[in-house]
């Protein structure tokens, strides 16, 4: 997704300067890196993406909180990219593409921001993590991160 910025922006967003010169930018507020950063900002403890992403599945509280952040922000990160493409799917890639709860969680978020979604007008499109040597048949797809 690169340098743009995320959408919807709200009050407590983290809101870093990215390398690119710019603030606020998608490719780093939902990198694991960025996962990390926001984790420690709110509870002052230190953990890798894939720490925060283990301990959540575990069961722990903060973790969990954290995680449900990173999913809304990605939700209307997606919402922006369905709003342009409509896409049939969308495929994850990198590090945080193999979190289980993305894949449930973020597709019952992205609908407030999607201008075609509502309870009659769902939205169709689907989320998926990449899977090497399985991308076959996949039309429209709108790839995101490099794996
Ligand atoms: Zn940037």
């Given at each position: 997704m690169g340098p743009q910025p995320l959408p919807w922006r709200e009050a407590t967003d983290p809101w870093p300067d990215c390398y690119c010169g710019q603030q606020g930018c998608i490719e780093t507020l939902l990198s694991g890196p960025g996962l990390a950063a926001e984790h420690k900002a709110r509870t002052?403890?230190?953990?890798?993406?894939?720490q925060i992403a283990l301990a959540a599945a575990q069961g722990n509280s903060a973790?969990?909180?954290?995680?449900?952040?990173?999913?809304?922000?990605?939700a209307r990160a997606l919402a922006h990219v369905i709003?342009?493409?409509?896409?049939?799917?969308?495929?994850?890639?990198?590090?945080?593409s193999r979190v289980a709860s993305t894949y449930e969680a973020v597709p019952t978020l992205w609908g407030r921001w999607v201008f075609s979604g509502g309870l009659k007008d769902p939205v169709r499109t689907a989320l998926r993590p990449?899977?090497?040597?399985?991308a076959s048949g996949v039309r429209g797809a709108a790839w995101l991160w490099r794996p």
């Open positions: 002052g403890r230190s953990l890798s993406a894939a973790c969990i909180a954290t995680l449900e952040r990173w999913h809304h922000r990605l709003n342009l493409l409509d896409p049939d799917v969308i495929v994850l890639g990198g590090g945080l990449s899977v090497h040597g399985d």
